[in-house]
């Protein structure tokens, strides 16, 4: 479930960043500064949190 959760936040910060770069190259500086500043910044942070949490590790130790 969580290797969905971080595809899915993944998913989300290829497409910010296609438009903030798009964003950025039409000169709209407000919608780059809010996709940079709040949605990738914090996508990042989230996308870095679960994939901390999906280690290989088994259940029980034998």
Do not use: Y
């Not at 595809?7 to 910060?13: K, S, T, W």
């Not at 940079?36 to 088994?58: K, M, N, Y």
Request: proline share 2%; charged share 25%.
């Amino acid at each position: 479930m969580l290797s969905r959760l971080l595809d899915a936040h993944e998913q989300i910060l290829i497409d910010a960043h296609k438009a903030a770069a798009k964003s950025a190259e039409l000169g709209d500086d407000g919608t780059n500064d809010l996709l940079v500043s709040q949605v990738i910044r914090t996508g990042e942070l989230q996308c870095w949190f679960l994939a901390e949490h999906l280690v290989d590790t088994p259940l029980v130790r034998i």
